[in-house]
């Protein structure tokens, strides 16, 4: 038995490929290709398009697939969230769907959009959203380069952003946020009902959700001397706990935990002047609460 997988093509590629491969999955595409090779036998993945993927999950063609909640909610797609999964093109962040206007527009608000041309490929979000505030507005697909079409096509869009830099490069304004959106592992119904299509996307997520987890942490090992013990307990934070072994012959410790990356780079020299010697810091692949 396989488990059909959609993997998005296109920006969000390279990001998924490498957190299969730091989950165990090895994938190899040609160029062109659309069905990838993939050191699993249980596992048949295809690229496509993430806008497409809720959709063919939602009416059975893929078990299982990697989209945003937004294109979900575009689909309208009735599908069973397996996984959230917080990564993204660039950074580990939600993406956002904002609506954006030129930086010298008179539009300053959500209500000043009544009677406007609004472009986005997020036609029925954005309409829903618009709807719930109370305007009436021009929705109009976008076939992409949406940027730069305000203002000399439409007065506003609705689009995807990371970090809103691209948004500025533009001279555009972010006016709102409809939503927040992150990469969802999301199953078909029936797919989740069979035992063992939903017992391998459980190990699945298991896995994947390590690897996420993995990338904002490191292990940190030293030698601390008996009598600094409790010193050095006092600035290393952990987990849990750090594990700590007796040294043999010797009334020295090891001492070992894992914490977040970004407090190493203060923490590590604390940690030397409180005593602690032979200080290893080495990245993880995956961490399984």
Do not use: C
């Amino acid at each position: 038995m396989k488990l059909r997988l959609g993997l998005p093509k296109g920006s969000l590629q390279e990001a998924t490929f490498q957190l299969f491969k730091q989950a165990g999955f090895n994938i190899s595409v040609r160029s062109r290709s659309y069905f990838p090779a993939v050191n699993d036998p249980e596992l048949e993945i295809v690229l496509m398009r993430a806008q497409e993927i809720p959709r063919y999950v939602y009416e059975g063609v893929l078990d299982a697939g990697i989209s945003g909640l937004d294109w979900i909610m575009e689909n309208e797609a009735d599908v069973v969230e397996v996984a959230d999964m917080v990564y993204a093109k660039n950074t580990p962040n939600p993406i956002r769907l904002v609506i954006a206007v030129a930086d010298n527009s008179d539009i300053k608000s959500v209500s000043d959009l009544n009677g406007k041309r609004v472009a986005t490929e997020l036609v029925r979000v954005t309409q829903k959203y618009l709807k719930e505030n109370g305007v009436e507005a021009l929705i109009e697909y976008s076939y992409g380069a949406t940027e730069v079409k305000v203002p000399h096509l439409v007065d506003a869009i609705a689009d995807i952003t990371e970090t809103g830099s691209s948004l500025k490069a533009n001279n555009l304004r972010i006016i709102a946020t409809i939503l927040e959106s992150t990469t969802k592992l999301h199953a078909n119904r029936s797919s989740w009902e069979d035992p063992w299509k939903r017992e391998k996307l459980q190990s699945l997520a298991v896995l994947l959700q390590g690897a996420l987890r993995a990338r904002s942490k490191v292990g940190l090992k030293m030698n601390v001397p008996g009598a600094m013990l409790e010193t050095i307990l006092d600035v290393l934070p952990a987990m849990k706990q750090p594990t700590i072994s007796q040294l043999v012959r010797s009334d020295w410790v090891a001492v070992e935990v894992i914490l977040e990356e970004m407090q190493v780079r203060d923490l590590i020299p604390a940690l030397k002047r409180a005593g602690a010697q032979d200080i290893i810091e080495y990245p993880l692949t995956k961490v399984i609460p």
